[in-house]
């Protein structure tokens, strides 16, 4: 009886996947039109604003039941799949495979791209910059433990610009290759995840030496092949490692989320909801941090985000980096960096990029 009710539900979700199937080709077909159009004019295959705004779009039209997160995913890949067919574009990060990283990679470039697993942030950074990868996705600022200072200090210092962030949340998990710690010395993780579970490490193994290590993976890496070595890593690193779970999402702030920036040569236009990153410096003077920021608020321009680093000169000075609201080509938001361009020691936008989805 079941199966009367269901074959004429079967049949019709056969004829829709034909239908969908008939359009996404078609879809395809008009984006190598604009590969070709693209090709003529050496404009770049990836445009993160045309592609935020699409996301945006779909999110705002979707009448449901599908949830616009869902959909965004699904339009996600769509848009890779087709943006595949101009050229595969080439992105590098923290690697080694199964890192949160690659995780963010995907999450803003969907999978039809080809993925390039770096040792260290300093290689992702030096891959983007020689060319051997068109974007690099980098970890910028974690929701428990801050900003990721080396990422700040070769931002500082890099010609490349940011063109877009995003935000996924990071669920530790801590595993074996026995699925369990018997005969375990060692938990190995990086640095930033050995912090982001210290009270639970302090709580559960007290006694077992932590280490810190480049990278979750590459602690997932060692564990697979080492009966006394515990990684710390996401549940994609443990499988991809064939490690058992001792005990999963262990962080010890259970919204932990890790911010990401992705980086290259590309400068964006505006999308119409988008976030600039500068960094800037004072000069040695009495309210300086003070008159520095007052052209935000002079020309009604949001700051989001204020993180200080040490300029390492050894005469207690620092650079400042700030998030504001809006792209550099909106009016207020050009008036107000051409008057802090003016007024600081040092100064650099590092990108105006679309805010995350």
């Not at 990721?148 to 801590?174: K, M, Y």
């Not at 595993?175 to 375990?184: A, D, I, L, P, T």
């Not at 979750?216 to 060692?222: G, I, L, V, Y």
């Not at 590309?266 to 052209?295: C, E, F, M, R, W």
Request: hydrophobic share 45%; net charge negative.
């Amino acid at each position: 009886m079941s199966d009367n009710k269901l074959l004429p539900l079967r049949i019709k979700i056969d004829a829709i996947d034909a239908q969908i199937l008939d359009l996404l080709n078609q879809r395809a077909r008009v984006a190598e039109e604009v590969g070709h159009v693209k090709a003529e004019t050496n404009a770049p295959v990836f445009r993160p604003e045309r592609e935020a705004q699409v996301l945006r779009g779909v999110a705002e039209r979707n009448p449901g039941p599908l949830l616009n997160e869902d959909i965004q995913l699904i339009f996600r890949e769509i848009m890779s799949a087709c943006r595949a067919l101009e050229r595969r574009v080439v992105v590098a990060f923290l690697g080694p495979v199964g890192t949160f990283s690659e995780q963010a990679v995907y999450k803003q470039f969907g999978h039809a791209i080809q993925a390039l697993p770096c040792v260290s942030i300093d290689e992702v950074f030096r891959a983007t910059e020689a060319g051997t990868a068109d974007f690099g996705v980098v970890p910028i600022e974690n929701s428990s433990e801050g900003a990721i200072n080396r990422t700040l200090d070769l931002l500082l210092q890099t010609s490349l610009a940011i063109s877009g962030e995003l935000a996924i949340p990071v669920q530790h998990s801590l595993m074996s290759k026995s699925g369990n710690m018997e005969g375990v010395s060692r938990i190995c993780a990086h640095s930033q995840a050995l912090a982001q579970c210290q009270a639970w490490l302090n709580q559960h193994f007290p006694h077992i030496e932590r280490q810190a290590v480049a990278s979750n993976a590459e602690a997932a890496r060692m564990a697979s092949g080492d009966y006394t070595v515990a990684a710390i890593a996401s549940e994609i690193a443990g499988t991809q490692y064939n490690l058992g779970i001792v005990s999963a999402h262990i962080q010890d702030d259970p919204h932990n989320r890790t911010r990401f920036a992705v980086i290259g040569r590309l400068h964006t236009t505006p999308s119409g909801k988008d976030q600039t990153s500068i960094v800037l410096a004072t000069p040695n003077k009495a309210g300086a941090v003070y008159d520095l920021l007052a052209p935000l608020s002079k020309h009604g321009v949001s700051m989001t985000r204020f993180e200080s680093r040490p300029a390492r000169t050894g005469n207690w000075e620092y650079y400042f980096y700030v998030d504001v609201e809006g792209h550099v080509m909106d009016a207020k938001v050009a008036a107000a960096m051409a008057e802090l361009d003016a007024k600081a020691a040092f100064f650099k936008v590092l990108g105006s990029y679309p805010c995350t989805l």
